[in-house]
């Protein structure tokens, strides 16, 4: 949510990188998880920019975040491909598949991708998802410019599997940091309710060699407070403002 994303270490710089949640969309010609949305991130110069992806009923990969798309019965998990191809976003454009975002993404090399797996009703479709997503990443060369995260377990297991030397951050907020070393796993990305919650988390990471993100951070106090924690990333709605801030810290 990293000498490169989520790999420059705490030591190296006092303040936090910036990840664009569900890329730069608060800003004309936008929309969450458009392929504009991580054209606008790198216009800005964020560090990153995150995004989701679902593997739907007839095994295609979609960038969206909800399950269900507002407004409609389209589930991104039990729908075809075709059929959530076909939802028009507020910008314009129709929700992309992986490669299409992963296409714009290569053309882009400034910044990083957060690639989110939304988890999955059944394991060993999660575990195709990280194959095929693993596959595509390759295709593109993208490698070494990819970040993976996720709420499941399995998946980051399933991402560390397939990608050994992959960046993988787990994300439910539920593990102490010493537990999410053990796993094997290159950090925490917890939401800012739960590091509030655990601040010492942030130190006890740093300690294991781990690395730190925070989500979703849109207000100014709580861009003050987490960079004054040390954290290593920040995942926010507003990356202008975020960067604005930094330069002022």
């Known amino acids: 949510m990293m000498m490169t994303l989520l790999g420059t270490v705490a030591a190296c710089t006092a303040q936090p990188r910036v990840v664009a949640h569900r890329g730069y969309w ?19 110069g964020a560090y990153a920019s995150e995004m989701d992806v679902w593997l739907t009923a007839d095994d295609g990969l979609v960038v969206n975040h909800d399950r269900v798309y507002r407004g409609t019965q389209i589930d991104m998990e039990c729908d075809k491909e075709r059929t959530i191809r076909n939802i028009v976003l507020p910008n314009g454009e129709n929700i992309p598949t992986l490669e299409a975002y992963l296409r714009t993404v290569q053309k882009h090399p400034k910044t990083r991708l957060v690639l989110e797996l939304k988890s999955l009703s059944d394991m060993r479709r999660e575990d195709l998802a990280v ?35 992959a960046r993988i951050f787990y994300l439910e907020g539920d593990l102490a940091p010493h537990r999410v070393k053990a796993l094997g796993l290159t950090g925490i990305d917890y939401s800012k309710e739960v590091l509030r919650a655990h601040p010492e988390w942030v130190a006890e990471a740093h300690e294991l060699g781990l ?12 861009m003050r407070y987490f960079t004054q924690l040390g954290v290593d990333y920040m995942t926010t709605n507003e990356p202008e403002r975020l960067q604005r801030l930094l330069e002022t810290m």
């Open 131 to 165: 194959k095929k997503i693993v596959r595509m990443i390759h295709k593109y060369g993208l490698e070494n410019r990819t970040d993976y995260i996720a709420f499941s377990i399995n998946a980051c297991l399933a991402f560390r599997k397939e990608e050994p030397d």
């Open 211 to 222: 690395e730190v993100n925070v989500w979703t951070v849109d207000s100014e106090e709580d």
């Open 26 to 44: 608060r800003t004309e010609g936008s929309a969450q998880n458009s392929l504009a949305s991580f054209v606008k991130a790198d216009s800005i």
